[in-house]
Nanobody, 126 residues
């Protein structure tokens, strides 16, 4: 079973930037669709971004489009989330997730993903 570990979270002022990383174990990482989700206190886990195994197909939530960029390095078994122009409403625990079946369009629901990391806290102060 693949294991995921996020890093790079922290406290940042509004307008600042952070880069999250998610390291995955196993040899099949390059075949997985990878997603980023977030969950704020008292709210449901929400989709942020996802990238197909090849990196060709990406999709972002409207709330982060133009500010966040997902990328991956299959040689390092790592997916990244570059977050710029951060806002207080971006404060949440951020999770990376795997979708290990053949890529399909959509994949915007947390229930579709089959592996999760423990998360990393991002706090944006105003």
């Amino acid at each position: 079973q693949v294991q995921l570990l996020e890093s790079g979270g922290g406290l940042v002022q509004a307008g600042g930037s952070l880069r999250l990383s998610c390291a995955a174990s196993g040899r099949a990482f390059s075949t997985y669709t990878m997603g980023w989700f977030r969950q704020a206190p008292g709210k449901e886990r929400e989709f942020v971004a996802r990238m197909s195994w090849s990196g060709v197909n990406t999709y972002y939530s409207d709330s982060v489009k133009g500010r966040f960029t997902i990328s991956r390095d299959n040689a390092k078994n790592t997916v990244y989330l570059q977050m710029n122009s951060l806002k207080p409403e971006d404060t949440a625990v951020y999770y990376c997730a795997t979708y290990r079946r053949p890529f399909t369009l959509g994949l915007l629901e947390a229930t579709e993903y089959d592996g999760w990391g423990p998360g990393t806290q991002v706090t944006v102060s105003s």
